[in-house]
């Protein structure tokens, strides 16, 4: 890829994250949309993505192989299910500069730990029959998840949220 056809995607890259409605994306869904862009649909994948996100100081890249799920229950969820329930494999990116607020701080954390608990409710839904050992992982691990949820919604309770997306 030239010079300009990168510096081209830095600036697609920032506009995307300058408008996103999240302080945070994953790459894949920046990868997704520019792949969208007719000049652009054919030179991308996610790696020349991250490699140019790489080069610029203005970005940063964290690291989130999704292991808030265990492996037996990604083995029960297909990938397009883990991705629809708000789990995305792969690092995500933000703006050096653009500094979330309190309220997208919080926002964040109690959507992960919703979403976290709907997951596990849903692979608990789709359990295989006659396992123990996954019942009592999925147990323990929705027990853990409604208490993350309670302890989130006690500190935060001040701060202005969604009370309607409680997760459980």
């Given at each position: 890829?030239?010079?300009?056809?990168?510096?081209?995607?830095?600036?697609?890259?920032?506009?995307?994250?300058?408008?996103a409605?999240?302080?945070?994306?994953?790459?894949?869904?920046?990868h997704n949309t520019?792949?969208k862009?007719p000049?652009?649909s054919?030179k991308?994948?996610t790696?020349?993505?991250?490699?140019i996100?790489k080069e610029?100081?203005?970005?940063?890249?964290f690291?989130s192989?999704?292991?808030e799920?265990?492996?037996?229950?990604?083995?029960?969820?297909?990938?397009d299910?883990?991705?629809?329930?708000?789990f995305?494999?792969g690092?995500r990116?933000m703006?050096?500069?653009?500094?979330?607020t309190?309220?997208?701080?919080i926002?964040?954390?109690?959507?992960?730990?919703?979403?976290?608990f709907?997951?596990?409710?849903?692979a608990?839904?789709?359990?295989p029959?006659n396992?123990?050992q996954?019942e009592d992982?999925?147990?323990k691990?929705?027990?853990k998840?409604q208490k993350l949820?309670?302890?989130?919604?006690?500190?935060?309770?001040?701060?202005?949220?969604d009370p309607n997306n409680?997760?459980?």
């Amino acid at each position: 890829m030239n010079r300009k056809m990168k510096n081209q995607v830095k600036e697609k890259i920032t506009e995307l994250l300058t408008n996103a409605d999240f302080f945070m994306v994953p790459v894949e869904w920046i990868h997704n949309t520019l792949s969208k862009d007719p000049e652009l649909s054919d030179k991308l994948s996610t790696d020349i993505i991250l490699e140019i996100i790489k080069e610029e100081k203005k970005f940063k890249i964290f690291e989130s192989p999704n292991a808030e799920l265990s492996s037996d229950i990604k083995a029960m969820l297909s990938h397009d299910e883990i991705k629809h329930m708000g789990f995305n494999d792969g690092p995500r990116v933000m703006l050096t500069d653009r500094i979330p607020t309190n309220t997208e701080l919080i926002e964040f954390l109690l959507n992960k730990a919703n979403q976290t608990f709907k997951t596990l409710k849903k692979a608990w839904d789709i359990r295989p029959e006659n396992n123990q050992q996954i019942e009592d992982q999925l147990l323990k691990a929705l027990a853990k998840s409604q208490k993350l949820q309670r302890e989130l919604r006690e500190v935060f309770k001040e701060e202005t949220v969604d009370p309607n997306n409680d997760g459980g």
